[in-house]
Every structure is written in structure tokens, then in C-alpha cells.
């Protein structure tokens, strides 16, 4: 599983901001993005969000949540779970 969930991930979001997986269910992203300014978060976001299936979950550690996460197309699922909105 680790070597598949690898492939599928988008762990080296430094080197992969262009390119993103699809259809993923869920996206787990933990003490990364307090490295980003607030654009580049914003930005990555809206990736991550493009890139989860219509029900998909973003995942992220307890110093990143998100503040707006409608703004990135995303309603809140429960602490520091988010859900892909509905559109």
C-alpha cells in the first residue's frame, strides 16, 4: 500500500506544483504548508481541491487549517477535515 498510496500522493508538493493527480479520494497534507505565503496556499488549495473526487477530503495538520475554505471550494467536514464543496 505505502508504495501505492506514494504514487498517488502529492507529498513533494515543492517540485509538483504544476502537475496534480485526479481523482483522488483524499489528500493528507500535514506541516507543509505552513511553510507557503498566503497566496501560494491559497493557490495550492484550489489544486488540491481540483484534484479530489466530487466527495474527496483535504486533511491537513493542526497549525494549517484553513481559515476561508470556501474560498478554495471547500466546506468544513469536521477539525482540520475538509470536504470538496458541492457544485
Do not use: I, Q, V
Given at each position: 500500500i505505502r508504495?501505492?498510496?506514494r504514487s498517488r500522493g502529492l507529498g513533494d508538493v515543492y517540485k509538483r506544483q504544476d502537475s496534480y493527480p485526479?481523482?483522488?479520494n483524499m489528500i493528507i497534507c500535514r506541516n507543509v504548508m505552513i511553510y507557503f505565503t498566503e497566496e501560494a496556499k491559497a493557490e495550492i488549495y484550489k489544486k488540491f481541491n481540483a484534484s479530489l473526487?466530487?466527495?474527496g477530503i483535504l486533511f491537513v495538520g493542526?497549525?494549517?487549517q484553513i481559515i476561508?475554505?470556501?474560498d478554495s471550494g471547500f466546506s468544513?467536514?469536521?477539525s482540520f477535515f475538509y470536504k470538496k464543496?458541492?457544485?
Open positions: 508504495d501505492r498510496l485526479s481523482d483522488c473526487k466530487s466527495d493542526s497549525t494549517e476561508s475554505p470556501g468544513t467536514y469536521k464543496a458541492a457544485r
